[in-house]
């Protein structure tokens, strides 16, 4: 049996004050620890960082491999765009061994000099890379012996990639461009 529906004005008090100090309470955990139902945090101090070297070819069939979507200014070129889905090998030679596509967009993005800006994914089809991508974002001045761009990111074995990519033409005719790419990537 109840003992009575009216509280006193002590008790509504004395639970005003109980319900204020449990919002600043909330408040104080809110601040500390910003896990909530839609996010966890965890320690990565028990994932090890590891630093991988890649060496492989980019071939880009113009004819087969690259098409320009944006034609640019009619006498410098400025502001063309270029899709690309070229092929990832082993090494320099049209025939080794394939081991994925390299995806993306070339933009004419430099007035002053002969420089691209590239927006590209490299999709890994062979080994334990199968499925993996690096994603690469960066100035490249095609005419320079070495260019260096950042990998910004990476999918499957490269999540939480972080690095940069050092690019040399090894051979560039109006049918083939052959560019060789070392990678530096640190992901876990
Ligand atoms: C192409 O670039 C040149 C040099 O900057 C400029 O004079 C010309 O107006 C541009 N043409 C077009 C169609 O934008
Ligand atoms: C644009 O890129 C093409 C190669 O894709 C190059 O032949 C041309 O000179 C470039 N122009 C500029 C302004 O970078
Ligand atoms: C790579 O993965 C795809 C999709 O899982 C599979 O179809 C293909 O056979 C694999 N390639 C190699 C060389 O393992
Ligand atoms: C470009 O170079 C390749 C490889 O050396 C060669 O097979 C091809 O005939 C060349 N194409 C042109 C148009 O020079």
Redesign the pocket.
Known sequence: MEKSRTPSKLMISSSITIFSISILFSNVALAGNTNHQFCRELSISKFEEKLTHLRFYYHNLIKITNAQIVSGNSSTGFGRIDVVDAELREGPE?NSKLVGRVEGLELNASQGELGLLMVISFAFTEGKYNGSTLSMLGRNLILREVREMPLVGGTGLFRFARGYAQARTV?F????TIVQFDFSVIHY
């Open positions: 049209t051979l005719n109006s049918s083939i």
